[in-house]
């Protein structure tokens, strides 16, 4: 029973690590396409670090709903502290709008 724990634990860190690397790596790819100014972001490349921090979250102890509700109290955060972004464009209070009507 120890060798099956111990072989668990151990790709559990090899999952974090290699999850860890993906994040970046779309994060990068984000970073690349805004350097090439005849490149546009792609959406799959944000999608993909939104989707690796998530199963990110899920290796470390964080499940889906507890990071959603994370998501949405920084987002409140954000537009109560009168974060620049929000003031400019309103952008977190149309985030959060936007994951509302998704919820429902």
């Known amino acids: 029973m120890g060798y ?3 072989t668990d634990i151990a790709r559990n860190f090899k999952t974090i690590d290699w999850l860890k ?3 970046l790596g779309s994060v990068a790819s ?3 396409s805004l350097a090439i100014t ?3 972001p792609r959406a799959s490349d944000l999608a993909n670090a939104i989707i690796g921090c998530y199963l990110l979250g899920k290796r470390l102890g964080i499940g889906y709903a507890a990071l959603d509700e994370q998501i949405d109290a920084n987002i409140r955060d954000n537009i109560h502290s009168g974060h620049e972004v929000e003031q400019w464009y309103k ?3 149309a985030l959060a709008n936007h994951r509302k009507g998704r919820s429902s």
């Open 38 to 40: 005849d490149e546009d």
């Open 21 to 23: 690397a993906e994040v």
């Open 4 to 6: 099956q724990r111990d």
């Open 30 to 32: 984000v970073y690349r």
């Open 91 to 93: 952008d977190f209070s």
